[in-house]
């Protein structure tokens, strides 16, 4: 199946710094990247919709100034965590559709943020 | 909007025995249905999806689902669960162009 590949894994910033964390689809063009948001032992929440070379939608409650979303390629979208606090501190995964199932919604492995 | 409810937060099971993980859904029209496994601190691995077609849907580690219209249901089953089963599972729906999910369903396996 198609890969979609998150970096980092893991992250610890200091609180006030801003941290970018980085999905890329390894062997498909990804014309739509999603980006969700996970606290421990609940779902999966979606934070953002972003098609390549456009502005990213966000969901509501979601604060677009400070989760800075850039889809600049087919492959690579990233999320940057602006002016970090220790609530911002959680699971963050990506996901991407496109390649031959269109349908289909493959997701990275996520990266843990921890902000101190 | 679409929706997908997964009534049961957690679920034991024995090594061995069969399981099956309830997945309700909210749509007028035919929806395009997913189930997630995610391990812990892991990323989401797609096991199975109904788009159309027939209702008994295979994936992969020996699950599947049967999509029920009449009962607005995407149950998960599997005939003989083993421990590398115990993980968290989540139902899925497509809703205009996006992925909503469930709130999952904790599985957890004795020996």
């Known amino acids: 199946g198609a890969v979609v590949s998150q970096h980092p894994s893991w992250v610890i910033c200091k609180s006030g710094t801003s941290v970018k964390i980085e999905c890329r689809s390894l062997?498909?063009?990804?014309?739509?990247m999603f980006w969700y948001r996970q606290f421990p032992k609940q779902s999966l929440m979606l934070m953002a919709t972003?098609?390549?070379?456009?502005?990213?939608?966000?969901e509501q409650g979601v604060e677009k100034d400070k989760f800075l979303i850039n889809h600049a390629s087919l492959t690579l979208s990233t999320l940057t965590v602006t002016s970090a606090h220790p609530e911002d501190s959680s699971f963050y995964i990506c996901s991407a559709r496109g390649g031959i199932d269109w349908n289909t919604i493959y997701f990275g492995e996520g990266s843990w943020l921890t902000v101190v | 909007a679409q929706s997908v409810t997964q009534p049961d937060i957690h679920i034991t099971v024995s090594e061995g025995a069969s399981l099956e993980l309830r997945c309700n859904y909210s749509y007028g029209a035919t929806p395009y249905l997913f189930w997630y496994v995610q391990s812990p601190g892991q990323g989401l691995q797609l096991l199975l999806k109904?788009?159309?077609?027939?209702?008994l849907v295979q994936g992969i580690k020996g699950f599947e689902a049967e999509f029920k219209r009449s009962q607005s249901s995407f149950n998960l089953r599997k005939p003989s669960v083993h421990w590398s089963d115990a993980a968290e599972y989540f139902c899925a729906v497509v809703n205009t162009d996006k992925l909503i999910f469930g709130t999952g369903t904790r599985l957890q396996v004795f020996p």
């Open positions: 062997d498909f063009q990804a014309t739509t």
């Open positions: 972003s098609n390549e070379g456009s502005k990213a939608t966000y």
């Open positions: 109904y788009f159309s077609g027939d209702t």
